[in-house]
């Protein structure tokens, strides 16, 4: 599923005759062929996914404090930087970006089948004012129907009712507008991850958690392919990496080379190298996995409180910070779930940038924001 926060187009109204459908109700997908662009803290990965397949894709640098906790401080510097980016690589300037921040919100809600697409969208309006924790004329407030459920008192829609920060989509549309790109829409990067990573068929009523370990933490949780929660915070593994750097006086680069080395597997006596280095290593990935399990264990726990009937079955873990030896079976072992981790890019073909030399797992967001359906094996 999709959700454009910006430049969403009514579809007319359903007929009468019509069965109720989801479809009736929410606008047509845009052509395949966009580019999904993931922006963080530390750079911007772009992917270019058709039939089934990446066909191109680029990341690069991004200079420090573009992007502050997920979200645009210097739109600016950001539109600059995208301009540079996209000159670069020669990839097509129609763009879908992400976007992950605590001041994005999602609901699932329940209304009657109102035909009308007006007096719907009036009454997703006003139950959002019940249920979105942020002042209405403060927010964008996008909504698509996920599907249509008998209750006691007949058919009702189950819509999906997502609420962002006017500042953070104004900051990513200014940035997009500086860059020179044609924005096509914003779009949260908890879907992109269920697009690029859902595994196919589930049982009734089983959900699962993606955690995306990356610029930040996103934990998503999705009934098939139905979104039913999302957080983001800013403790991902770019943070690990920063203190860690400040601590023992460390390069980007080399920071990333002890966390890989050091782990949380191997007992710390038969690692060799310095011991201050190797000490601080250990404790940087002993607390981000307890905050990141954490984080995960909060989002479940309200999840399940929300619908009691849900039950999370596993953890599909992803990102940069994914491969870290240890830190699957750490997480499994404090959230008492089964942790998987899947291909970066799932299942669509990536031999054309196998011989890139690009870090595939920079890009499940981007080729997720690329994507228009899910890409389930």
Known sequence: MQLKLSNKKSPDGASDSAPITPEKYNGKRAAEGLVGLDVSATGMAAARVLDGRVRTASITGLA????????VADPAALGRAISEFFEANGMPKKVRMGVASPRVVIRTIELP?????????????????????????????DHQVV???????????????????????DSISESARRGGIKLQGIDLSAFALIRVHYPGSLTE?????????????NVTLAEGQICKFTRATANGYEAMLARLRERVNL??????MWADYVGLTAPIQSLQGEPDIIQATREELAAAVDQLSNDVTAAIDFHTAQETTAYVSRILFSGPGSSIPGIAESLAARTGLAVEIPAPLGALDVGGIQDSGIDERRLTLAAGLALEQVAAL
Do not use: C, W
């Not at 420090?64 to 979200?71: A, L």
């Not at 089983?206 to 930040?216: C, I, K, R, S």
């Not at 390069?251 to 990333?256: G, I, L, N, V």
């Open 251 to 256: 390069t980007h680069e080399h920071a990333q």
């Open 147 to 169: 599907r249509v459920i008998d209750s006691p008192e007949g058919q009702k829609l189950q819509v999906l009712l997502v609420a962002a920060s006017r500042g953070l989509v």
């Open 205 to 217: 009523n089983e959900t699962l958690a993606y955690v995306h370990f990356g610029d930040m933490v």
């Open 64 to 71: 420090p404090e573009i992007i502050t906790d997920g979200e």
């Open 113 to 141: 089948p109102i035909e009308d697409r007006k007096q719907l969208d009036a009454a997703v309006r006003f139950q959002a004012a019940e249920h979105i924790p942020m002042p209405l004329d403060e927010a964008v407030i």
